[in-house]
């Protein structure tokens, strides 16, 4: 999967795309992107740290729809 490659400046940390800060035209060092693992063992914890499941955590999401056990938000 092609991912576009989030940049971070190493002066005023400001996120962009390109080579140079747009802000301060400082130069942008390449942000690791976060790991994923298809176990997804801190999985459980996220779930109970969002409160998966409850009113609000349905209500937060962008379009309600029925809950798919197991199913990844990404
Ligand atoms: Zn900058």
């Not at 998966?52 to 809950?67: N, Y």
Request: proline share 7%; charged share 40%.
């Amino acid at each position: 999967m092609v991912r576009t490659k989030l940049q971070r400046c190493k002066d005023c940390e400001e996120y962009g795309l390109g080579d140079i800060c747009k802000h301060c035209d400082g130069k942008m060092e390449t942000v690791a992107p976060l790991k994923y693992s298809p176990e997804d063992p801190q999985g459980t914890r996220r779930r109970q740290r969002v409160d998966a499941g409850s009113d609000i955590w349905i209500e937060s999401l962008p379009t309600p729809r029925k809950v798919i056990e197991g199913e990844e938000e990404e």
